[in-house]
């Protein structure tokens, strides 16, 4: 039995030692002096991670609620918009707009495969009415990263609003808010932040909050408008999670120490060595290149059956202490994944591929045990210039 569990699921993700502590501090008052400084403080720091001058709205809840919020707050019942999917998170965001009577327009790709932006040219050409794109950055499910700029440009070079799902993507891979036009960035405390789940953090632009102005859909708990007017105050509308926003003030310290830069170029890294590491011993990749995501990696079933798959994730947290993640919904028992977001670096790439191959091996599932770690020295040896170049590869 291991002595600590090393949690490489895609989120929740570890937290520094420096975050736990930071949580511990007393409660404030939400409506005084230290709770402005705290908001003003995170509010600064997102946005300068995220490239953006636009305001970020914080709401308590998980990110699901901010996927909501974008629907609630920018269409209207009926209204026809572009739901641009390669997963299940990308399905869950049609689905919301869905159950809030959207007309719902979904480009879906197949498991693994990216978005083609020339796709979501043809369906605004064939849909002129579509106003609104929503698009995920980072399907977590498949391990798909998007290619933003090229996607942004035609959504942009039409004049539509752009909403994007990086709950997993944003601080950890690069995203230029401002300088794409994304009119709605949503991300979420627990995945690339370092700190506990609670928190959706939205970035909102002008244009976003004049089409909230029009829009008709119902909402209240998630309403922009409202949320703002209490934010220029440095407050937020109900009681905050003062304890998660601390834990996200201090891990917005460590990206800032660190350079937004360079914890993007980590995060290529450490996606080279696991990619290369697993690649090395015969595993097979789940996402199609060059779209593979930085941030998660998604492994097809080296066991053959689903009860094979599980023994072996059974067998990596109760002897090894590694937990990863399976799979989700379809892909449930044909794939497991590795979490490389947040607190990560290239020492724990090689535990958690030297706990891998060990437990593969002990199953009987590989005939050459020592190939893994190799092929990531040898790339983590290269840096990160060797390794895929940040962004999309
Ligand atoms: C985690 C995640 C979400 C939100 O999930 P919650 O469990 O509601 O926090 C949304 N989209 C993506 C891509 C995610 O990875």
Known sequence: MALEQQLRVPGPTPLPERVVRSQSRPMINHRGPEFAALMADVCGGIQEVLRTRNDVLLFPSSGTGGLEAAVA??????????????????????????AYGVDVVRLKMPEGEAIDPEDVERLLAENPSIEKVFVTHNETSTG?????????????????????????GASCLPLDTDGLGLDVVVTGSQKGWMAPPGLAMIAVSKDAYAAAERAKLPRWYFDFA?????QERNQ???????????AVQEGLRMILEEGVENVWAR????????????EAAG????????YRSNTVTPIHN??????????????LRTKHGLVLAGGQGDLKGKIFRIGHLGAIDVGDVFAI?????????????????????????????????????????
Not at 283 to 290: D, W
Request: aromatic share 6%; proline share 7%; with cysteine.
């Open 236 to 246: 937020t509308y109900t009681t905050p999670p003062i304890s998660v926003m601390y």
């Open 226 to 230: 409202r949320e703002k007017k209490f």
């Open 73 to 98: 707050n920018l269409l209207s019942p009926g209204e026809k918009a572009l739901f641009c999917s390669v997963g299940s998170f990308g399905d869950r965001w049609a689905d919301i707009a869905t």
């Open 283 to 290: 595993l097979r990749l789940f996402a199609a290149k060059p």
């Open 267 to 278: 995060h290529t890294l450490v996606g080279s060595m696991v990619r290369g590491g697993v």
């Open 144 to 168: 798909v990263t998007n290619d933003m700029p090229p996607i942004a440009a035609v959504v942009k070079g039409r004049g539509k609003l752009i909403a994007v799902d990086s709950v997993s």
């Open 353 to 393: 591929l030297a706990y891998l191959e060990l437990a593969l091996s002990e199953l009987g599932l590989l005939s050459r045990v020592g190939l893994m770690v190799p092929a990531a020295q040898a790339i983590a040896r290269e840096g990160v210039a060797s390794a895929e170049p940040v962004g999309v590869h």
């Open 302 to 315: 080296p066991a053959g059956t689903p009860e094979e798959l599980s023994k072996l994730l059974t067998l």
